[in-house]
């Protein structure tokens, strides 16, 4: 197993133990596991569009098109 799937295993515990938490307080576990797949897909949109911003902002190499560029 890889550290990264190590490291994974946590996940599903830890939003159980949200849910447990959550319903302990009185809401719904229905409505708790709703919230949980509304935040993760909002929250891999916002992930999605800063790794798009960050490619975009100056990981490009300059074009060499100027006119002794050529000129050897």
């Not at 229905?30 to 800063?50: C, F, N």
Request: glycine share 4%.
């Amino acid at each position: 197993m890889t550290n990264n799937e190590n490291i994974l295993k946590d996940v599903r515990p830890r939003l159980l133990s949200i849910v447990e938490e959550l319903v302990a307080k009185g809401a719904e576990k229905s409505a708790v596991i709703y919230m949980i797949e509304k935040e993760s897909t909002q929250l891999r949109e916002v992930i999605d569009s800063m790794s798009r911003t960050d490619d975009d902002s100056g990981s490009e190499e300059p074009s060499n098109d100027w006119p002794a560029a050529g000129a050897s």
